[in-house]
């Protein structure tokens, strides 16, 4: 399945950048909790839902250890979109945001 074919509304998006990057620019709405400190705030994640949760970073490396990390865990609905550039594109595609 393609990253924006999960795009919608109710779509959630974790930046797993440090807070630095995330103030030079990250998708409108996101939430940032840098990849070292996921473990210590998953429960954040868990309390938001069934809804798709998209994880990004910047070239989709960092994202893809968070997701894969809280998959063996057994969240589910929870994925990896890559790194931001890609991610806007596909929210540019969508119409959204």
Not at 28 to 38: S, T
Not at 75 to 89: F, P, R
Request: with cysteine.
């Amino acid at each position: 399945m393609k990253i924006a074919e999960l795009i919608d509304d109710t779509t959630i998006f974790v930046d797993v950048r440090t807070p630095d990057e995330y103030q030079e620019g990250h998708i409108p709405g996101a939430l940032n909790i840098p990849l070292p400190d996921i473990f210590n705030r998953k429960q954040e994640i868990r309390g938001l839902g069934e809804k798709p949760v998209i994880f990004y970073c910047r070239s989709g490396s960092r994202s893809g250890m968070a997701v894969s990390q809280l998959q063996k865990e057994g969240y589910k609905e929870i994925y990896n979109g890559g790194g931001i550039a890609a991610l806007q594109s596909a929210l540019l595609e969508k119409g959204n945001h």
